[in-house]
């Protein structure tokens, strides 16, 4: 075998590009292009879904972080439960996530940059306030 012969393809299957902008894949275009085609046809009309999810944040550091910190506002009763509206408080759950992320900063410490340890300790600050608030 040659060098010519020998090789592998790289395929990016991210979602989001350098910018954290949501890209058109190969599959993407070939469903517009198909929906185009059916758009054109008269009395043909796909079913819409009701509720088509988002695209999901791109998977790092701050967005874990930012994950667990909304779960621990939402048991702080901070947030209203998106399906019923209600706001409700379980103090042990929020100190779970809590506790989870102050583990996270221990755990990572030396490891992270600038910019994602002064998030992770404003987002501990904010929230271990936010707690002793709700706790009295």
Partial sequence: ????????VIKDRRSFDEKGELKDSESEKDKK??????EAEPGKEAPKKETERPPLPEVNFSTLIF???S????????IADPQTG???KDLPLAKHAVDTIVML??????????EEQKFIDSVLND???RYVKAAE
């Avoid at 900063?105 to 940059?113: A, D, I, P, S």
């Fill in 33 to 38: 292009a198909e929906g185009e085609k059916k």
């Fill in 127 to 129: 929230l271990q306030w």
């Fill in 71 to 78: 779960s621990a506002l939402f048991h702080l009763g901070e």
């Fill in 86 to 88: 209600e706001k409700k």
């Fill in 67 to 69: 994950s667990l910190s």
């Fill in 105 to 114: 900063r221990e755990k990572t410490k030396g490891n992270l940059t600038e």
């Fill in 1 to 8: 075998m040659n060098e010519e012969e020998k090789g592998f």
